[in-house]
């Protein structure tokens, strides 16, 4: 394509493309939705994109130059449907329209950006979920720190926080992994920030780059509020989102809420690996919310408390009178059934008022949306009601919270109709007796219609065409029909105005008299409806903040019920969380997978641990066995009763923790150039270096991406590091095959072992899924192929060598662990590994310099026989 917006000379072109390349240049990394009648029109360069991203016939039209514009379009009824597709897949929008009516215009009719749609400011409820925030992040570096703003445009939060201490990059990941932002704005030179790639290729997160004026301090002097002393970090990205809003909605949004600093300190610290291996929002497979813990737990009935749960559980508190304030609110509600059943009730029927309040203020409401909020404020009274004696001074203080604004309900009740169009600007909107204007004019097109249905019936009875009829469109108004059969008795006075296929339309200077007086009033009316209309609109706006602060309490009081809900139904305990080490639970089980199974089929279990005997759990067993479930089920009740629920077990009692950390499978990072291996490794070396004495370690298979010696050597090392308390001694699951490791416990401090259970019959083993004290010394690999369906004889085949190498090997060798001579390091030594050295050497050297292809299988095994009895002389100087 030759002709591009950017090369084109206006003063060659006409002045409706002149008009257009006007307002593409002042939003050029846009795609243009030009309104021309009941079109919207993209040209040049848009066009070509559109065409392929929606699979739009590309045609042209003639711009006043020898080469016609590239143009494609779409039905104005019908944009929203392909702005979603062309939003969903990473471009911004800019709508045009007309703003000024047409019959008035001089000239060009006058057109302007309305609203400008990107990821992180859509409003539109069709795309968004209403289950989740759609944020939209800014990010302000100065040196080694960050400022983090974030906004949820439909809803109204506004929050910020300044990361200052350690290693920012890190905590500044986990902080946007959280959000989950939709488009983060960056200034130009973020761009060379190791994070930049991370987070446009890993996370598919949408960066724009915004000036870098956007985020000085003149911004932050003129866009926020006067913040005393030194301006922290976070204004300027708060700035840079206010004024990105501004300009994409052309209005400003004044229901965003004031900024509200927050400190990381506050909340339970979860990486995004750990958000991940947990599937706490969604699953690892396929980015489902079907079989996450948000899935599992998430009773509430209206999307407002759907919202605010999910927030909870990615922020686990670390105070616990702030636990406990919302335990004992569950508490009540559980204890008064049918309270919480009356109540959750009356809540099914409550709308998003924090969505509603937003199109409010920005002047995107239509009439259903004054109805929806018309009969939530009409609710409210009743759930007030339900909360009456409630005994419980948290939620006795949200119902306090709870406005049901009266005069704005009744005046509402009274303007409204029960069940307006979807336009506001096509009448049919305002109640028969609220506007003496509105009732005159109505009067006025009712008896307009009644007497073009008397002139109807009148021409019938004239010309003798019994189908003649009147009909009306918007390019010949009013019109007498009268099919071909009938044209010879049309009298001479009709004046034809088209023809079509089977009739021709016909007027004449009677009908288009009242024509122009229906039309007249008509236009009158629907002009003077959307008037009070807007009237309405804007009162409504006017309470946006007490409507925010009722949503606010309707949403905690859902989230409340909701919990009290799940606990009763699948008996869940209320864990007694505090500042203690203890890490005890009864009876425990996963929350997510004991809802996928039939009821009563997953087997409980117990876990005591504390940060000085029994911190770390060497857990052995098969694959398949519950390893790895049984070890997030603990991870998952930690988080849960640090959110204020109850959780799934008969007695927990959790001393507080500030990290989750886990190291659960590993996959190849092939963009990144990382081995499976590697991807192991440096998560581990993330734990290590960020975990403290009150975190929970949850470590799965560490070490088994290399060779059996490298892995058991890093593992080994490992678990001394962990449980040593002057290094770290935090509370760890330690899942492992390599069960040579199981030979620590009783030589470690703290170190203690413990295994699935499994049953052996008639030659089958079978998985009991109970963690016992003790370990287990065969992993059962054979078995577990067996039940994946590898062929019998591939079984059958697998057993005769497991058995044969047995006799050859013997017994696995009890590791001997012995303090190292070095005075200043208490650390236990694996094997010498200078001895180890000077025995494999030779082997080694001789098997790197060997040519197997001119070896006889006689050569080969005398060969065999040599090297065994060499590496068996080398093993017995070891230990």
């Excluded at 047409?102 to 069709?126: C, E, N, S, Y």
């Excluded at 097109?445 to 003649?468: P, V």
Aim: proline share 4%.
């Amino acid at each position: 394509m030759s002709l591009t917006t950017q090369t084109i000379d206006t003063e060659k072109i006409t002045p409706m493309m002149q008009q257009y390349l006007e307002l593409k240049r002042q939003w050029p990394d846009c795609i243009l939705f030009f309104r021309l009648g009941d079109f919207y029109e993209l040209f040049f360069e848009d066009a070509v994109t559109a065409s392929r991203e929606l699979e739009l016939t590309l045609t042209g039209r003639d711009c006043g130059l020898e080469e016609r514009a590239p143009m494609c379009g779409v039905p104005y009824h019908a944009v929203d449907s392909y702005i979603h597709r062309m939003i969903n897949r990473g471009y911004k929008i800019a709508i045009c329209d007309q703003v000024e009516d047409p019959a008035l215009a001089k000239g060009i009719v006058k057109r302007d950006v309305i609203r400008v749609i990107t990821p992180g400011t859509i409003t539109d409820p069709a795309i968004l979920d209403e289950r989740r925030n759609n944020y939209i992040l800014a990010i302000y570096k100065l040196n080694r720190y960050y400022g983090l703003a974030a906004c949820d445009l439909t809803t109204g939060p506004f929050e910020a926080t300044a990361l200052i201490t350690g290693a920012t990059s890190a905590k500044l990941l986990d902080e946007i992994v959280r959000y989950a932002p939709s488009e983060i704005l960056v200034m130009d030179a973020f761009r060379e920030d190791p994070l930049y790639s991370v987070l446009t290729e890993k996370y598919n997160i949408v960066l724009t780059t915004r000036p870098d004026s956007n985020f000085s301090l003149e911004a932050v002097e003129k866009w926020l509020e006067p913040l005393e002393g030194q301006q922290p970090l976070w204004s300027q990205a708060a700035a840079a989102i206010l004024i990105y809003l501004v300009e994409t909605q052309r209005v400003k949004p004044s229901h965003i809420k004031p900024v509200q600093p927050y400190s990381l300190d506050g909340f339970m610290n979860l990486d995004p690996i750990a958000r991940r291996n947990l599937e706490i929002t969604e699953t690892i497979r396929d980015q489902n919310r079907k079989g996450s813990l948000l899935w599992a737990i998430d009773r509430s009935v209206t999307a407002l408390g759907s919202r605010l749960l999910r927030r909870w559980i990615e922020q686990p508190l670390l105070n616990c009178s702030d636990i406990r304030q919302r335990q004992d609110a569950v508490a009540a509600f559980k204890e008064q059934f049918m309270r919480r059943q009356e109540l959750r009730e009356c809540l099914h029927g409550i709308h998003d008022l924090e969505r509603l309040g937003s199109k409010l203020t920005m002047g995107q409401a239509n009439g259903r949306d004054l109805v929806a909020l018309r009969q939530t404020l009409g609710k409210l009274p009743a759930v007030r009601s339900h909360l009456d004696g409630v005994g419980e001074s948290w939620l006795a203080e949200l119902a306090g919270r709870i406005d049901d604004l009266p005069e704005l309900t009744g005046l509402l009740e009274r303007a409204l109709v029960d069940d307006p169009p979807v336009s506001v600007k096509e009448g049919g909107l305002i109640r028969a007796g609220f506007d003496e204007q509105i009732d005159h004019l109505r009067e006025a097109a009712t008896n307009g219609q009644q007497w073009i249905l008397d002139l109807e019936k009148s021409e019938r009875e004239k010309t003798g065409i019994k189908s003649l009829k009147i009909s009306y469109n918007r390019v010949f108004g009013y019109t007498l029909d009268v099919t071909k059969a009938n044209l010879a008795q049309v009298p001479e006075h009709y004046q034809r105005r088209q023809t079509l296929a089977n009739s021709e339309r016909f007027v004449t200077a009677e009908l288009k008299e009242m024509e122009d007086t229906i039309l007249s009033a008509q236009q009158k009316l629907v002009a003077r409806e959307y008037d009070v209309f807007v009237m309405l609109r804007e009162t409504a706006a006017d309470r946006i903040r007490d409507l925010q602060q009722t949503a606010q309490a309707l949403a905690t009081l859902d989230v409340l019920a909701a919990l009290a809900e799940l606990a009763d139904r699948e008996q869940y305990c209320r864990p007694e969380v505090d500042l203690s080490d203890q890490l005890r639970i009864r009876q425990g089980r996963h929350p997510v997978i004991e809802r996928v199974l039939p009821a009563g089929e997953f087997v409980p279990n117990d876990l005591a641990m504390d940060m000085n005997a029994a911190r770390l759990m060497i857990l052995t067993g098969p694959n398949m066995a519950g390893k790895s479930t049984y070890m997030r089920q603990v991870a998952l009740i930690v988080l849960l009763a640090q959110c204020g629920s109850f959780v799934p077990a008969a007695e927990a009692h959790i001393g507080l923790v500030d990290r989750i950390f886990t190291r659960i499978g590993a996959s190849d990072d092939l963009a990144g150039g990382a081995s499976t291996f590697m991807v192991e490794m440096n998560e581990v070396a993330q734990i290590l270096q960020h975990a403290t004495p009150r975190s929970l370690l949850v470590l799965d298979e560490i070490g088994r991406g290399t060779s059996t010696y490298d892995g058991l050597s890093i593992a080994w090392s490992v678990i001394e590091h962990v449980a040593d308390r002057d290094n770290l001694g935090c509370r760890t699951l330690f899942a492992t095959h390599y069960h040579e490791l199981t030979d620590l416990a009783p030589k470690m401090p703290g170190v203690f072992n413990s295994h699935v259970a499994v049953s052996e019959e008639g030659g089958r083993v079978n998985f009991l899924h109970q963690i016992r004290s003790g370990s287990c010394d065969d992993s059962y690999g054979i078995e577990v192929a067996r039940l994946a369906g590898v062929p019998a004889a591939v079984v059958t085949r697998a057993q005769d060598i497991l058995l044969q190498l047995e006799q050859e090997m013997g017994p696995r060798q009890k590791l001997k662990v012995r303090r190292n001579a070095r005075p200043m390091d208490g650390q236990i030594d694996l094997f010498s590994a200078s001895q180890a050295l000077k025995n494999t050497d030779g082997i080694i050297e001789q098997l790197s310099e060997l040519d197997i292809h001119k070896l006889t299988p006689l050569d080969a095994l005398n060969l065999l026989h040599d090297l065994h009895q060499r590496a068996s002389r080398g093993k017995r100087s070891l230990t």
